[in-house]
C-alpha cells in the first residue's frame, strides 16, 4: 500500500476516473469508487501504548498499510516516540480526548479541557491540525456537534474486541460484517486486537482490499469532510 507522497497522485486518477464517467460502482450513500476497488479504513482507540501500538506499527509497515489513531492525550507524553512514528509513517492521527472523558452531558467546560488539551498536545509534538475527534463511546451532546469544528469519526464494524479479548472472535467478527467503505472499530491497548487487525489485513488484502485513513476513505468516495458532522462509513 502507498504512502502519503505516493498517495496524492494515486487519489488524482481515481478522481479523474470518477469524474471521468468512468466504470464505477455506487457505495453507500451515493457516493462512487473505481470499479475493482474495495477500500476500508482500520482504526484504533485508546493508545497509544508501548508493548502493543509499537507491534502494530511494526506489523503494519510490513505491510504497507496505513490506519487512523485516536489516541488519548494523557498517553502522548510517555509515548511521544511513537505518536511521531506513526506521522511518519503517513498514519492519520486523532484526538480521544484527554482522560478518555465521556463528552455527551458534560459541561462545556470539562469538554474543551478534554479536547483542547489533546489537540494541543498533537500540535505541539507533529504539528498539523486541527485532529479529528472519535468522542469516547462515539457519543456528543445531541446539538453541540459543530461546536466542536472539526470532523468526528465513529464507526460502522465493531467487534467489541475490549470485550472478548479473544483473536479469534474479533477477526471473524469484522470479516462476517466488513464492506467496501467500512470504518473499523479496534483498541491497539489489546495484544489480542493486534493480532486480530494484522489477520484480518491479511485476508482482506488477498481478496483484494485495500486499507486507507479515514480522511482518505472519505476522499475515494467523494465526499469532503465538514466540521460538526459525523461520519460512520467513507459515505458519510
Known sequence: MAKKGVWICLLAVLAALCLSGGEALPADGGAVIPAGEKYVALTFDDGPRRGTTDRLLDGLRQRDVAATFFLIGQQIEDNADLVTRMAEEGHQIGNHTWSHQRLDGAPAAVVEEEVGRTERALEALVGGGPYWL?????????????DFGVPMVKWSVDPRDWESRDTGKVTQAILEYVKPG???????????????ALKVVDTLAAEGYWFVTVEELLWLNGVTPEAGRIYRTGAG
Open 134 to 146: 472519535r468522542p469516547p463511546y462515539g457519543q456528543v451532546t445531541p446539538g453541540t456537534e459543530a
Open 182 to 196: 467500512s470504518i473499523i472499530l479496534l483498541h491497539d491497548i489489546y495484544p489480542t486486537s493486534v493480532d486480530a
